[in-house]
């Protein structure tokens, strides 16, 4: 039997690339968040497709990475803590404010669920909800539950695909300083806002993390397949 034991795993090993692009520079000792892209060396290519890897064993694979996504990496001491991926978008959708469970009971479940009507966007499932007292609003489904949204979109611009921090990194604030270094870089000349930052598949802990970072309970999430190509 093969233990998977961190601290020995090669792939996130970094000691640095001669034209590493840095984008943000925290206040940490022997940090920063380097930026690779599609078009970038080989070799900063392979070492995302290593870190990909690492991040399939907990996120599930298949969806993390395509090559429109801008992948930012955590580089502390030499070694790899966290990896964000972000893509080009359109549109999202906010989340209600109150968590689902909170306006229903389990005869209003029942009934819920059999009016709705779903649709499939690649990874994620929307359904609309058909009742009176909520005509416009949809749900977006994921494997950790349901999150109510509203029907209409909004304007975004950075959709936040997947984030990761290292078992033995996490708590550290490495999240929200990747978060920070994707508003800075995503566009060129431009500071995104947090307003136009969207979410995919959010598990729980990434809806805190999105919450507590955008200061609202009603972030806004994406569908995958809507890119700005």
Same mark, same amino acid.
């Given at each position: ?7 020995? @795993? !090669? =792939?996130?090993?970094?000691? /640095?690339?001669?034209?590493? &692009? ?7 000792? &022997? =940090? ?5 892209? @599609?078009? @970038? ?51 999202? !959708? ?24 779903? +649709? ?5 499932? +929307? ?17 950790? /539950? ?9 304007? %975004?611009?950075? /959709? ?7 078992? #033995? ?11 920070? %270094?994707?508003?800075?870089? !995503? ?11 969207? !979410? #995919? ?7 805190? +993390? ?6 609202? &309970? ?8 809507? +890119?700005?190509?």
């Amino acid at each position: 039997m093969v233990i998977f034991t961190e601290s020995f @795993d !090669f =792939s996130l090993h970094l000691q /640095g690339w001669r034209n590493e &692009r840095v984008v943000h520079v925290p206040n940490v000792e &022997r =940090s920063r968040v380097i930026l690779v892209l @599609d078009s @970038d060396p080989l070799a900063q290519r392979n070492k995302v497709q290593e870190v990909v890897k690492m991040m399939e064993t907990e996120l599930g694979g298949g969806w993390i990475f395509h090559k429109l996504c801008k992948v930012y990496l955590f580089i502390s001491s030499q070694r790899i803590a966290g990896c964000l991926v972000a893509e080009p978008i359109k549109e999202a !959708f906010e989340v209600l404010s109150y968590p689902v469970g909170e306006r229903q009971d389990g005869a209003i479940a029942k009934r819920r669920r059999s009016n709705l009507s779903k +649709l499939q966007f690649g990874e994620i499932v +929307l359904e609309r909800e058909v009742i009176k007292r909520a005509p416009s609003e949809v749900l977006h489904e994921n494997h950790t /539950g349901v999150i109510l949204c509203k029907k209409e979109a909004v304007h %975004a611009v950075c /959709g936040i695909r997947a984030i990761w921090v290292t078992p #033995s990194n996490r708590r550290k604030g490495i999240a929200t300083q990747l978060l920070q %270094a994707v508003r800075k870089s !995503f566009s060129k000349g431009y500071v995104t806002e947090k307003s136009e930052l969207a !979410f #995919s598949q959010p598990s729980s802990d990434g809806q805190a +993390l999105a919450s507590n970072y955008i200061g609202t &309970r009603s972030f806004l999430v994406y569908k995958t397949g809507n +890119l700005c190509r």
